[in-house]
């Protein structure tokens, strides 16, 4: 089993910046993928970024180019650097892990993008 928990959400100007994280209970090398998905109120949860064993990423075509997933290994830690952040990226942001065959899932982060 894993265990993710989120940190680093909250309010932030349009424009501006925010890192969330997302704590694994066990080593990153043992999850086959690590990823973000968000929910939007009245929305059905979307993918958002998503990083492999072998450190390979890829994105949804509304966040290319402004966010960016990255982990550290030592700490058993993904991240998610958001930019240029748009009121549309306000959502629920969800962690999520690949392990043998099965999704597990984070409490979610509430990320909020208002002036």
């Known amino acids: 089993q894993v265990q993710l928990v989120e940190s680093g959400g909250g309010l932030v100007q349009p424009g501006g910046s925010l890192r969330i994280s997302c704590a694994a209970s066990r080593s990153i090398f043992s999850i086959d993928n690590m990823g973000w998905y968000r929910q939007a109120p009245g929305k059905e949860r979307e993918f958002v970024a998503r990083i492999t064993v072998s450190a390979n990423t890829n994105y949804a075509d509304p966040v290319k180019g402004r966010f960016a997933i990255s982990r550290d290994i030592a700490k058993n830690t993904a991240y998610l650097q958001m930019d240029s952040l748009k009121p549309e990226d306000t959502a629920v942001y969800y962690c999520?892990?690949?392990?043998?065959?099965?999704?597990?899932w984070g409490q979610g982060t509430q990320v909020t993008v208002s002036s």
């Open positions: 999520n892990a690949l392990f043998n065959n099965r999704d597990y």
